[in-house]
């Protein structure tokens, strides 16, 4: 079993950054890819972001592009989503997650195996 802790979230406004934390504990694997979702009131889970488990290989939706950044470091079984420039529709719970068995990481969330019990993000205008 995994555990997932995620922290970080709270209110900004428009224009502000935070940074997200996903701390992993338990039966870790030896290699993990990790994602970051969101789902807002009323929609469906969206892919934010995703990363290997080497940190080589990332992906990113194309709202967040050239504001969000992921990475990792796997000696603190930690990952992190820094969040620049957040806009009002970036508000959400913010969730992580851990797939076993795809390197880069799937992307979908279905592909993930472990998840976090998420982190609000609010954005005010």
């Known amino acids: 079993q995994v555990q997932l802790v995620e922290s970080g979230g709270g209110l900004v406004q428009a224009g502000g950054s935070l940074r997200l934390s996903c701390a992993a504990s338990?039966?870790?694997?030896?290699?993990?890819?990790m994602g970051w979702f969101r789902q807002a009131p009323g929609k469906e889970r969206e892919t934010v972001a995703t990363?290997?488990?080497?940190?080589?290989?990332?992906y990113y939706t194309d709202s967040v592009k050239g504001r969000f950044t992921i990475s990792r470091d796997n000696a603190l079984n930690t990952g992190y989503l820094q969040m620049n420039s957040l806009k009002p529709e970036d508000t959400a719970v913010y969730y992580c997650?851990?797939?076993?068995?795809?390197?880069?990481?799937?992307?979908?969330?279905?592909?993930?195996?472990?998840w976090g019990q998420g982190t609000q993000v609010t954005v005010s205008s």
């Open positions: 997650a851990v797939d076993r068995f795809r390197a880069s990481g799937g992307r979908t969330s279905s592909d993930y195996d472990y």
């Open positions: 990363i290997s488990w080497n940190g080589y290989t990332v």
């Open positions: 338990g039966r870790t694997p030896r290699s993990y890819a």
